[in-house]
């Protein structure tokens, strides 16, 4: 059982910036597609970023040009640099591992976000 564990979350003002970091102890990490949800109070979990093996990435609009997702597979870890934070940002941030080679989907407990206006 792989367990993510996220860190690097707080309280910040608008405009301000955050950097996410979830690593991820398993030997399918930099053959996995990493991935960074989000889920505010009263709202469904959404994507945020994904980064694939292949250095593909997937951005939700809302954060387009304002968030960055990143790895190292030395370290096994992802990141999530965010920039021009916005009170909408708000929510817990989730890390996920996924390999369709061995079945894994692995969650973190996440990160709360605040952003203050």
């Known amino acids: 059982q792989v367990q993510p564990v996220e860190s690097g979350g707080g309280l910040v003002q608008a405009g301000g910036s955050l950097r996410l970091s979830c690593a991820a102890s398993?030997?399918?990490?930099?053959?996995?597609?990493m991935g960074w949800y989000r889920q505010a109070p009263g709202k469904q979990r959404e994507l945020v970023a994904t980064?694939?093996?292949?250095?593909?990435?997937n951005y939700a609009d809302s954060v387009k040009g304002r968030f960055t997702i990143s790895r190292d597979n030395a370290k096994k870890t992802v990141y999530l640099q965010m920039n021009n934070l916005k009170p909408e940002d708000t929510a817990v941030y989730y890390c996920r591992l996924e390999n369709e080679w061995s079945g894994s989907d692995y969650w973190g407990q996440g990160t709360q976000v605040t952003v203050s206006s």
């Open positions: 398993t030997m399918i990490f930099s053959i996995s597609r």
């Open positions: 980064d694939t093996p292949g250095g593909s990435t």
